[in-house]
């Protein structure tokens, strides 16, 4: 098989039922190949939250497994794992100093840290707020904190966790371009959000789980194509609504 036919990741037969019984995924299976951009979508308690902590090694699987392959490809085989809540993954009183937390364990020399430290920064545009107090930054510029986080840490493979969650509208432009930008750069990304809109023209598949089961995993292409009455079936907002009127914003 060549390797670009072979999967980044492969999810076989995951399911999961927690201690109280709940079944949050029942016989998951899919594949995900390297720079594929994936929305994963579905209403709240579908479980897709509980997924993405399975595939991200953050929870186990009652059944099933994940066969992570980044090493045939060269890469680094850990997923990094961006919160709904950046304040969350906020270690460091600054952003320089949140991404050395994450750099110190790693044996790297003091100038290959510095390297990484200012690369990352750069490239999700804090290199001017690297001394600034991280709590106190916009809500977009902790976002990207976060992701700058992974991407020091080597993570070819990104999972977003509703990425645009409290931002206002200048938040929500900082962190699509940071998308398209790593989109750019060939990272492999999944992305969970009830925005569709937002960020469907970035992606080449979108997959679909409701009440822990996969209902459906095709191209972009082919989704848009779909009636918006198919939409509501599957409890998405229709991303190509026209607004010529108020009654229009209505949802």
């Given at each position: 098989?060549?390797?670009?036919?072979?999967?980044?990741?492969?999810?076989?037969?995951?399911?999961?039922?927690?201690?109280?019984?709940?079944?949050?995924?029942?016989?998951?299976?899919?594949?995900?190949?390297?720079?594929?951009?994936?929305?994963?979508?579905?209403?709240?308690?579908?479980?897709?939250?509980?997924?993405?902590?399975?595939?991200?090694?953050?929870?186990?699987?009652?059944?099933?497994?994940?066969?992570?392959?980044?090493?045939?490809?060269?890469?680094?085989?850990?997923?990094?794992?961006?919160?709904?809540?950046?304040?969350?993954?906020?270690?460091?009183?600054?952003?320089?100093?949140?991404?050395?937390?994450?750099?110190?364990?790693?044996?790297?020399?003091?100038?290959?840290?510095?390297?990484?430290?200012?690369?990352?920064?750069?490239?999700?545009?804090?290199?001017?707020?690297?001394?600034?107090?991280?709590?106190?930054?916009?809500?977009?510029?902790?976002?990207?904190?976060?992701?700058?986080?992974?991407?020091?840490?080597?993570?070819?493979?990104?999972?977003?966790?509703?990425?645009?969650a409290n931002l206002d509208w200048k938040g929500v432009k900082l962190v699509t371009s940071l998308l398209k930008k790593l989109k750019e750069e060939g990272k492999t990304i999944l992305i969970l959000t009830h925005e569709v809109e937002k960020v469907l023209a970035l992606t080449n598949r979108v997959i679909v789980i409701k009440n822990g089961r996969l209902i459906l995993?095709?191209?972009?292409?082919?989704?848009?194509?779909?009636?918006?009455?198919?939409?509501?079936?599957?409890?998405?907002?229709?991303?190509?609504?026209?607004?010529?009127?108020?009654?229009?914003?209505?949802?």
């Amino acid at each position: 098989m060549n390797i670009k036919d072979k999967p980044i990741l492969k999810i076989e037969n995951i399911s999961k039922t927690f201690q109280n019984g709940t079944q949050a995924l029942q016989n998951i299976d899919f594949e995900i190949f390297k720079n594929d951009f994936i929305l994963i979508a579905g209403s709240n308690g579908s479980g897709k939250t509980a997924l993405m902590n399975i595939i991200a090694n953050l929870e186990k699987p009652s059944t099933g497994k994940i066969i992570n392959n980044a090493k045939d490809f060269n890469i680094n085989p850990h997923i990094g794992f961006i919160f709904q809540d950046a304040d969350s993954q906020i270690l460091g009183e600054t952003p320089e100093e949140d991404i050395l937390f994450g750099l110190k364990n790693l044996n790297y020399k003091k100038e290959k840290i510095k390297e990484i430290t200012n690369n990352v920064l750069k490239f999700c545009e804090l290199e001017n707020k690297k001394h600034f107090p991280a709590r106190l930054m916009s809500g977009g510029e902790k976002r990207r904190l976060a992701i700058a986080s992974m991407l020091a840490l080597d993570c070819e493979i990104l999972i977003f966790d509703e990425p645009f969650a409290n931002l206002d509208w200048k938040g929500v432009k900082l962190v699509t371009s940071l998308l398209k930008k790593l989109k750019e750069e060939g990272k492999t990304i999944l992305i969970l959000t009830h925005e569709v809109e937002k960020v469907l023209a970035l992606t080449n598949r979108v997959i679909v789980i409701k009440n822990g089961r996969l209902i459906l995993d095709d191209s972009t292409n082919e989704i848009i194509k779909l009636e918006k009455s198919k939409w509501k079936e599957l409890e998405l907002h229709y991303p190509l609504t026209e607004y010529k009127t108020l009654d229009d914003l209505i949802w």
